[in-house]
C-alpha cells in the first residue's frame, strides 16, 4: 500500500500544472518583477470576491498582521486580544508592533471562547486580533458586539481560513482589516511566501501601500518610515491561477472532510465540532485523542501521516517567556495542545485515500 501523506504540494502544481507554467513564464519573460500588473490585478481580484474596497499584497501572513496593527498606530503599552491556542504567528504580529498579546482560551470549536474576552479588557486594550483557526470562522456576531461596546479594533486572521463564512459573510471583512497567508500549504497557497490585507478603509489601504514599500507609494517621495513587504509579481501571477479554480479546490477538501465526519467511528478519536452558523474551509482537520502518541505510531506504521497543530502553545513557547505565564494557565490550551492530531487533507488527495485512513482509525485500539 502507497503512503498517504500528511500534504503532498505536487500534487496540488499537477492539477493545474499548465496554468501555473504559463504564468510565471509570462511574469519571466515581462521583465517586471516587483509591484507591477500582477499584483495590481490580483489586489483587485481578491479585494472584489471578498466584498471589499481594497487588498495589500504584502511578503507573508505575519509581515501583514504587523504591518497592518502599525497602521493602525498601535505601540508599545497597548494590549490586544489573541486565543491562546492561535499558531504562534498570529502572536508575534502582536509583538512585532511593540504591543502586549492578552490571551484567551478557545471555545469548543477551537477558536477565540467569545464568552471569556470581556474579562481581559481594559483600558490599554486596543484591539481583538482574532484568528479563524484550521478554517473555521470564529463566532463573530457576539466577538463584533464586544468590540462596539468596547471600542476595540476588530482585525482577523483569515491565514488559514480564506473565505470562510460566518452567517453567510466572508471572514476578512468583519473587522477594520483582513489578513491573509498564502505559504504553500494554505488553502490558497503559492510558490513562496506571500500575504494580503484586505480593508473597506481608504486611509487604511493608502498608509498599508506606503509601509510595504519603505514608506513610500510614489517614488522618492518617502511619506513615513517604512518596510520592504511586497508582494512578487510571480507570486501574484501564481496566485491568481489558484484563485481562479478555488472553488473547485475546496469542493475537494469539503468531501474529504464530510467522509472523514460521517465515517470515522472510533471511541478514541473526537471529531471536529463545525459551527451551525459558520463554513470551515478545511485548512486542516484536527481530531483530538488521549494516547496521542500511539494512535500517532500507529497510523505510521500503517503508512498514513499526521501531524500536530501546535504541540506547543504560544503561552509556553520560551520566545514568549516574558509574558510569564506557567504551565496551568490556559488549561484547554494546554489540554488541546496534548490530544490535537491533525489527518491527511489536502489538494489532490483522493477520495479513496481518506477511505484509507478511515479504515485504518475504525481499527484502532487505545490500549
Ligand atoms: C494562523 C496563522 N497566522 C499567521 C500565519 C503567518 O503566515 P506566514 O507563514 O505567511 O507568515 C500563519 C501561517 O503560517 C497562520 O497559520
Known amino acids: 500500500m502507497a503512503k498517504i501523506p500528511f500534504n503532498n504540494l505536487k500534487r496540488g502544481y499537477n492539477l493545474y500544472k499548465d496554468e501555473y507554467e504559463e504564468a510565471a513564464l509570462r511574469v519571466l519573460r515581462s521583465g517586471w518583477y516587483i509591484l507591477g500588473?500582477?499584483?495590481?490585478?490580483?489586489?483587485?481580484?481578491?479585494?472584489?470576491?471578498?466584498?471589499?474596497?481594497?487588498?495589500?499584497?504584502?511578503?507573508?501572513?505575519?509581515?501583514?498582521?504587523?504591518?497592518?496593527?502599525?497602521?493602525?498606530?498601535?505601540?508599545?503599552?497597548?494590549?490586544?486580544?489573541?486565543?491562546?491556542?492561535?499558531?504562534?504567528?498570529?502572536?508575534?504580529?502582536?509583538?512585532?508592533?511593540?504591543?502586549?498579546?492578552?490571551?484567551?482560551?478557545?471555545?469548543?470549536?477551537y477558536n477565540i471562547d467569545a464568552d471569556k474576552i470581556e474579562k481581559y479588557v481594559n483600558n490599554k486594550t486596543k484591539a481583538l486580533l482574532v484568528t479563524h483557526l484550521y478554517g473555521q470562522a470564529a463566532r463573530m456576531d457576539k466577538i463584533l458586539s464586544l468590540c462596539s461596546e468596547h471600542g476595540l479594533y476588530l482585525v482577523e486572521d483569515c491565514a488559514q481560513a480564506h473565505f470562510a463564512k460566518f452567517n453567510n459573510k466572508n471572514v476578512g471583512t468583519f473587522g477594520i482589516m483582513g489578513f491573509f497567508s498564502f505559504y504553500p500549504t494554505k488553502n490558497l497557497g503559492g510558490f513562496g511566501d506571500g500575504g494580503a490585507i484586505i480593508t473597506n478603509s481608504v486611509d487604511l489601504n493608502i498608509k498599508l501601500k506606503t509601509l510595504r514599500n519603505y514608506g513610500s507609494i510614489e517614488k522618492y517621495q518617502n511619506e513615513i518610515i517604512g518596510y520592504n513587504s511586497r508582494l512578487?509579481?510571480?507570486?501574484?501571477?501564481?496566485?491568481?491561477?489558484?484563485?481562479?479554480?478555488?472553488?473547485?479546490?475546496?469542493?475537494?477538501?469539503?468531501?474529504?472532510?464530510?467522509?472523514?465526519?460521517?465515517?470515522?467511528?472510533?471511541?478514541s478519536v473526537i471529531l471536529p465540532n463545525i459551527r451551525e452558523d459558520?463554513?470551515?474551509?478545511?485548512?486542516?482537520?484536527?481530531?483530538?485523542?488521549?494516547?496521542?502518541?500511539?494512535?500517532?505510531?500507529?497510523?505510521?506504521?500503517?503508512?498514513?501521516?499526521?501531524?500536530?497543530?501546535?504541540?506547543?502553545?504560544?503561552?509556553?513557547?520560551?520566545?514568549?517567556?516574558?509574558?510569564?505565564?506557567?504551565?496551568?494557565?490556559?488549561p484547554i490550551t494546554e489540554n488541546y495542545a496534548d490530544t490535537v492530531v491533525s489527518l491527511p487533507i489536502f489538494d489532490g488527495m483522493t477520495e479513496a485515500e481518506a477511505d484509507i485512513v478511515i479504515a485504518i482509525i475504525n481499527q484502532y485500539v487505545e490500549s
Open 232 to 267: 512578487d509579481e510571480i507570486q501574484a501571477a501564481l496566485i491568481k491561477v489558484k484563485l481562479s479554480h478555488f472553488s473547485e479546490l475546496q469542493i475537494g477538501r469539503e468531501k474529504i472532510a464530510r467522509k472523514y465526519l460521517a465515517e470515522i467511528k472510533n471511541p
Open 37 to 109: 500588473d500582477e499584483v495590481a490585478s490580483f489586489e483587485e481580484n481578491f479585494a472584489r470576491l471578498h466584498g471589499a474596497n481594497y487588498c495589500v499584497g504584502v511578503d507573508n501572513g505575519l509581515n501583514a498582521i504587523a504591518l497592518g496593527l502599525k497602521a493602525l498606530g498601535i505601540k508599545e503599552g497597548d494590549e490586544i486580544i489573541v486565543q491562546a491556542n492561535t499558531y504562534i504567528a498570529t502572536v508575534l504580529g502582536i509583538t512585532m508592533s511593540g504591543a502586549t498579546p492578552v490571551l484567551v482560551e478557545p471555545d469548543e470549536f
Open 278 to 330: 459558520a463554513t470551515h474551509t478545511w485548512h486542516l482537520f484536527v481530531i483530538r485523542t488521549l494516547k496521542r502518541e500511539m494512535f500517532r505510531r500507529y497510523l505510521s506504521d500503517n503508512d498514513i501521516m499526521t501531524d500536530i497543530h501546535y504541540p506547543i502553545p504560544p503561552h509556553l513557547s520560551k520566545a514568549l517567556a516574558y509574558l510569564e505565564h506557567s504551565t496551568g494557565d490556559f
